[in-house]
């Protein structure tokens, strides 16, 4: 089954301490994508891959780093979480960035930073 | 940078009858596309339906169709026969062609009333 999976689905941590939220697709999608989303702001996108060691800032990338060693993972990284990162996230996927083709959403990830 | 407003943050409709959700953008692109998603409470994000930016006939999938207005940057869904199951989040989005970027509006609340 073609799909992208988050993990954790739900993560309660405390402030400074760092988390990764780990993303993956087995369609051999190349362009990937992580979005938050908060209420009355819709989703908004944080950091990008158009390929394998290629990522580009999205439109609120602060306090967040992204990888991509290999096609199929895409993880983002909290080196230091406050407060004002918890929110619902999303891990995205599609063919070669070209945007005809459907981008592909994980299920998400409720990050609660205290 | 583009934006996308949606002003409806809640809309309802009686069931089998239709509604009109709105969408506006703002941009100075040409190659661009746009899409609805459906986000109901499982929070997954499903795409509903999608419209190239050069190509002047509106989209229909079953239901759903969209009213494309180009020059008035406006992009609204139009659903058919309302179903219960169509109660959701939806997002009117915008993709740069450009910047490879995906940018969503605040979203409407679809209540469907039996």
């Known amino acids: 089954e073609a799909q992208v999976t988050q993990n954790p689905r739900y993560l309660i941590t405390v402030t400074g301490k760092k988390l990764t939220v780990t993303c993956s697709q087995n369609?051999?999608?190349?362009?990937m994508s992580w979005y938050r989303q908060d209420p009355g702001l819709g989703l908004r996108q944080i950091y990008y891959?158009?390929?394998?060691?290629?990522?580009d800032k999205g439109d609120v990338p602060e306090g967040y780093k992204v990888s991509r060693k290999e096609k199929r993972n895409f993880p983002l990284i909290l080196e230091s979480p406050s407060p004002n990162q918890t929110s619902l996230y999303f891990c995205?996927?599609?063919?070669?960035?070209?945007?005809?083709?459907?981008?592909?959403f994980g299920p998400g990830t409720r990050l609660t930073v205290l | 940078a583009q934006t996308v407003t949606q002003s409806q943050p809640e809309m309802s409709v009686q069931e089998a009858e239709t509604v009109t959700l709105s969408c506006t953008y703002d941009?100075?692109?040409?190659?661009?596309?746009l899409f609805w998603y459906k986000q109901p409470p499982s929070r997954q994000m499903i795409l509903v339906i999608r419209q190239e930016a050069y190509k002047q006939q509106n989209a229909t999938e079953n239901r759903f169709s969209v009213n494309f207005q180009k020059a008035a940057k406006s992009f609204s869904l139009k659903i058919s026969d309302s179903q219960l199951g169509d109660a959701a989040m939806y997002f009117c989005a915008y993709f740069s062609g450009s910047a490879r970027q995906l940018t969503f509006g605040s979203g409407t609340q679809l209540t469907v009333l039996p």
């Open positions: 995205a996927s599609s063919d070669r960035g070209d945007a005809w083709n459907e981008q592909f």
């Open positions: 369609m051999n999608h190349e362009y």
């Open positions: 941009t100075s692109e040409s190659d661009y596309y």
């Open positions: 891959s158009m390929n394998v060691e290629v990522t």
